[in-house]
Nanobody, 116 residues
């Protein structure tokens, strides 16, 4: 089995910063792509950012220039640094991993609330 353990969610003021972590574990050879997705109530889940095992990144348009994704391959851990947070960033943030050979896994989700 593969498990993804997230941490770092919480309440933050507009303009503030937050750092999310996702630690992967399990009997797999590679977490070849890891990413963050988010979902607000009544909305579709959307891409935030992804990063490959070689460091290639992709960002959703709404977070470009504000969020930065990174990973530590030795620890199978991924991070999301969120700066200049806006009210519209409020959502449940989910960690996802594409692994070999076990396939795709999702984390439990962590709530991020941006509010005054």
């Amino acid at each position: 089995q593969v498990q993804l353990v997230e941490s770092g969610g919480g309440l933050v003021q507009p303009g503030g910063s937050l750092r999310l972590s996702c630690a992967g574990s399990g009997s797999v050879v590679s977490f070849f792509v890891m990413g963050w997705y988010r979902q607000a109530p009544g909305s579709q889940r959307e891409l935030v950012a992804t990063i490959t095992s070689t460091g290639v990144t992709n960002y959703g348009d709404s977070v470009k220039g504000r969020f930065t994704i990174s990973r530590d391959n030795a620890k199978n851990t991924m991070y999301l640094q969120m700066n200049s947070l806006k009210l519209e960033d409020t959502a449940v943030y989910y960690c996802k991993a594409k692994t070999w050979p076990a396939g795709d896994y999702w984390g439990q989700g962590t709530q991020v609330t941006v509010s005054s």
